[in-house]
């Protein structure tokens, strides 16, 4: 070393410099004290993204080494603003206290590690987390040209795996919507998976590709579980496994070998669930409106579930609608039970309001992060199993519906844990055990002992303050507590010349003097002494309670399981019996027959304007007749009644009653949709653009059991092009897919293929003319609609008059068949001429009735003479 080198690192920025290596790709939090510190590059990115001051400690290599951080005690606010913004982080503590160190005898920092690595899929605090949402994160892996897919939420310990393949995997991952995606680094570069992954970006976390070996995975999966085979789970492929592996080892990697809690992995069947890819999902506005808010979606409309942890299987059932009658049967039977129970389900629910989430409490607890409320949330929600047992145990119920019966038996017995955590709980809970004060009086004779003596020594301060203002005659003499200096005595400067010698001075404020005395120190010992050893008493007494808690784990997450069934079911009940919706039959055949059907948001919308009952029910019977063409203007109901079809559809296979007067529903295995035109510019796509794309993907793949709408396509096109390719798919759709189709058009030249499609029949939306004017009636019939009424509906909009005059005029031209020599007449016509003429016209004439409403003044009428208005008004209406 030469002495222009730079001076070595200190000792601390050593350590921190080895422990940011061994942790690449993550920001570090890096404890100091009271604070979590972060250097470098970390601390330039974390302060923009937390708009936080960057400043600078220290230098490293000649320059200023850059510096930002945050308070320990309110790290969580920051983390989740970091892992929003996409960052991973790895969380460094320290290990011992400055005073341990120093008793080691290390001259070193004192120790630290990572104990965590927080990234966005493999959260578990409540701060972090939406509570009625799973959060996945998923897995993607390639074993012998098979793709696997596996997913968990640590949060809750739920694990599944499937297998998959390119074409499928898109629709999968959008099921899911996992908070982040592992997959091995060869697949990035894959073409087939390119706009796929471009997709999911912000989501994707690539590795290397030996983490995703299939044998290793295996092995993984057999260690974690403590089991010398996996056939008891099931018969998993080799992709599956890699994928699954790859999660395992990514788990325990990111909480630094804490054993996080995951149920045995579920294997789902490919084609036991009704596929639907994720245009179809946003179109559908499924979990969210195309606006990106979740009010309006459909999750929300039909969310009336009590507890966090029943609206997540809400929402994992809604995401995943099955394929399999006998199973969505078991779980309408469940539903219709309720919804026949008005009484029975009113009371469940109020039960069940008072259950907070425990399986996400069960999750924190077994990773060491859990704390007091954890422990309340626990008490409280098992407490209710017992009154809800007893609920369903009633003689009049049994035999209870299969669903019903398993949840019942699965609320268990937990009376005695519950009484446990009854007396040991206070009725208020910190957050951390660590802030103490959380274990009751009377459960345990000792630490009643310790906060004794601790309130006896504070009692005895406040003794001491009396005696010393009694004696130095001041009145304003105080003995106050801080962190820093501990107890002492305080009196204003101009009194601290009559204090006596007992008084040692301590520290000079503004304006004030602070000391101590022998008494107080003593007093100060015993009272500090007593409170730690009732701290140190009560941790241990947690730690045991949350031993006595994971050794019933399993019984305690059945509880939990069935907890979430019951409110469930009794949710979707309360909703069927509150918006008047029915069961539907779900069948092996391809019949759809929906009688009565509403769009469930549309009609909630219209109810929550006041005007509910204003929603026309439509009816919807594919039989003979696979594909209904339908035509109708702009705004006549065509988009609300497709996607009610398939709202209906996948309500019906979720197992919840549907909005109809009854409906009969062959399974779907397939749902697509086009609907709807938005440019994808992130993607560089024009509308028509994403119009083909999702056209083509339907034409690819649709099947006899599909479920098809199609609204409006070959509209961002000129006419005739539009035209041509709406025929020709309506043919491919026919002759080809042949599977059921709704196919909305604006084309009614498109009506004349009922003559050569067998199973093609027309419909339209039913439309009124009433003096000039147009009045949607939004009811479906059978014909097709003769025009499209578009000038109208540019009326409506409040297009100026002469624009829609003129628009009139050409219309009738081309109506006569686009003669070349009318069309250039008109164009010649100039239109600045036309316009002015236009806005020459006089003013429609006023109508007795409109004079009579325009003199008439609301405010000022009484009851009594509204109601005469109204029958003069009637009067002045020709018969
Ligand atoms: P189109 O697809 O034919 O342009 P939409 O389906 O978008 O028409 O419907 C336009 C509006 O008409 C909807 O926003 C809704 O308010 C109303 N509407 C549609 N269908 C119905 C119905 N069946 N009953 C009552 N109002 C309806």
Same mark, same amino acid.
């Given at each position: ?18 422990i940011?290596?061994a942790n690449?790709?993550c920001l570090l939090f890096f404890r100091?004290?009271?604070?979590f !510190? ?16 960057? @400043? ?14 945050v308070?320990a005690h309110t790290a969580e606010a920051y983390l989740a603003?970091l892992i929003r913004?996409?960052f991973k982080v790895a969380i460094c503590d320290q290990l011992e206290? =400055? ?12 120790r630290r590690a990572v104990t965590r690595v927080v990234t966005a899929g493999t959260l578990t605090e409540e701060g972090l987390l939406d509570a009625r949402r799973h959060n996945y994160l998923a897995g ?10 596996a997913w968990l939420d640590l949060s809750t310990g739920a694990f599944a ?17 996992p908070g982040e995606?592992l ?9 087939? +998976? ?11 976390t ?14 993984r999966l057999?260690h974690y579980y403590g ?9 998993? *492929? ?6 699954a592996g790859a999660l395992v080892d990514y788990v325990s990697l990111t909480q630094q070998g804490r054993a996080a809690h995951l149920d045995p992995p579920r ?40 507890t966090a942890a029943?609206?997540r ?42 259950c907070p989430d425990i399986e996400r409490a069960l999750t924190r607890l077994g990773l060491g992060r859990g704390g007091p409320r954890d422990l309340a949330a626990l008490r409280q929600s098992l ?31 937990h009376?005695?844990l &519950?009484?446990?955590l009854?007396?040991a709980l206070?009725?208020?809970s910190p957050l951390f055990a660590r802030d103490g004060?959380f274990i ?98 009560e941790l241990r007494l947690y730690e045991d309670l949350v031993a006595e808690v994971m050794a019933r784990r399993a019984e305690i997450t059945a509880a939990a399981v069935?907890l979430a ?19 539907? &039959? ?8 929906? +009688? ?36 109708? =203007? ?12 398939? +709202? ?10 549907? =909005? ?84 909305? @058009? ?73 003669? *070349? ?24 004439? !006023? ?10 003044? =609301? ?15 009637? *009067?002045?209406?020709?018969?």
């Open positions: 070393m030469n002495d222009h080198s730079p001076p070595a690192p200190s000792p601390v920025m050593a350590q921190y410099l080895e940011k290596e690449p790709g100091m004290g009271d604070f !510190e972060l250097f470098f590059d970390d601390a330039l990115a974390a302060a923009q993204a937390l708009d936080i001051a960057l @400043t600078k400690r220290g230098r490293h290599n000649g320059a200023d080494i850059p510096m930002c951080g308070p603003r913004a996409g206290d =400055p005073a341990e160190g120093k008793r080691r005898g290390a001259r070193g920092p004192i993607i892996a390639e074993a012998g040209g098979d793709m696997g897919l795996l499937t297998s998959t393949s390119e074409p499928t995997l898109a629709g999968d991952l959008a099921r899911l919507s995606i997959l091995p680094e060869r697949l990035l570069t894959r073409p087939a +998976l390119f706009e796929l992954l471009a997709e999911w970006k912000p989501a994707l690539p590795l290397p590709n030996p983490r995703f070996e299939s044998e290793a995975g295996r092995r057999e089991v010398g085979a996996l056939d008891g789970f099931g018969n998993f *492929g080799r992709a599956e496994l890699a994928a294997q789902v069947a490919p084609g036991s669930v009704m596929q639907i890819d994720a245009a179809t999902r946003r179109n559908l506005e499924l979990v969210a409106t195309l606006a990106g808010e979740r009010k309006g979606s459909l999750v929300a409309t039909i969310d009336r579930t009590v029943a609206a299987l809400l929402a994992d059932h809604l995401a995943a609608p099955l394929t399999e009658p006998s199973a969505i049967a078991e779980r309408l039977d469940a539903v219709e039970f309720f919804v026949d129970r008005a009484a029975l389900r009113a009371a469940l629910r109020g039960r069940l309001k008072h407490g209710e199993t017992a009154g809800l047992r007893d609920m369903l145990a009633e003689p009049g119920l049994v035999p209870l519906p299969e669903r019903l019966a398993a949840a019942q038996r699965g609320l268990g017995e009376e005695i &519950v009484g446990r009854g007396r206070a009725a208020e004060g009751a009086a009377g459960y345990s004779d000792e630490l009643d002992e310790w906060r004794g003596l601790r309130d006896e020594g504070r009692r005895m301060i406040a003794a001491l303050q009396a005696r010393y203002v009694g004696e130095s005659g001041i009145a304003a003499l105080k003995v106050r507590h801080n962190n820093i200096i501990g107890y002492y005595v305080e009196v204003s400067a101009n009194h601290a010349g009559k204090l006596g010698p007992e008084f040692i001075h301590r520290q000079t404020m503004a304006g004030a003097q602070r000391y101590t005395t022998a008494e107080l120190a003593e007093l100060e010992t015993k009272i500090a002494s007593a409170a730690e050893r009732a701290l140190a008493l069935a069934t019951l409110d469930l079911a009794a949710g979707l009940a309360e909703l069927a019996a509150e918006a008047e919706w029915v069961r539907p &039959v779900v069948e092996e055949s391809t019949a759809f027959e929906v +009688l009565g059907g509403r769009h469930p948001t549309v009609e909630a919308a219209l109810a929550g304007e006041g005007r509910g009952g204003g929603f026309v029910a439509n009816d919807c019977v594919l039989a003979e007749n696979r594909i209904w063409l339908v035509t109708g =203007p702009n705004m006549a109901g065509k988009s609300t009644f497709l996607r009610q079809n398939a +709202l209906i559809t996948i309500l019906a296979q979720m197992g919840s009653c549907v =909005p109809a007067r009854s409906a009969r529903i062959g399974i779907v295995d397939r749902l697509f949709s086009r609907v709807g035109a938005a440019d994808d510019l992130a993607r560089g796509r024009s509308t028509f653009m994403v119009e083909m794309v999702e056209t083509a993907a339907i034409l690819n793949q649709a099947g006899p059991r599909s479920f098809v709408i199609l609204d409006e396509i070959g509209r961002g096109t000129a006419t005739f092009d539009g035209l041509s390719i709406a025929w020709a798919a309506l043919e491919h759709l026919h002759d080809v897919n042949r599977c059921r189709t709704l196919f909305a @058009t604006h084309y009614h030249e498109l009506t004349a293929l009922a003559a050569k499609l067998p199973s093609l029949a027309c419909h339209t939306m039913r439309v009124k003319e009433w003096k000039g004017d147009v009045v949607f009636l939004h009811e479906v019939g059978p014909g097709t609609a003769d025009r499209s009424y578009g000038i109208h509906v540019a009326k409506l909009a409040g297009l100026p008059k002469s624009v829609t005059a003129r628009a009139e005029e050409v219309l009738s031209v081309l109506e006569k068949g686009e003669q *070349g020599g009318a069309l250039t007449r008109l164009a010649d016509d100039l239109p600045l001429f036309s316009a002015a003429r236009r806005r020459a016209e006089p003013a429609p004439r !006023e109508s007795a009735v409109e004079a009579l409403l325009r003199d008439t003044r =609301p405010d000022e009428l009484t009851p009594r003479e509204a109601l005469d208005l109204v029958y003069r008004l009637k *009067g002045l209406v020709p018969e």
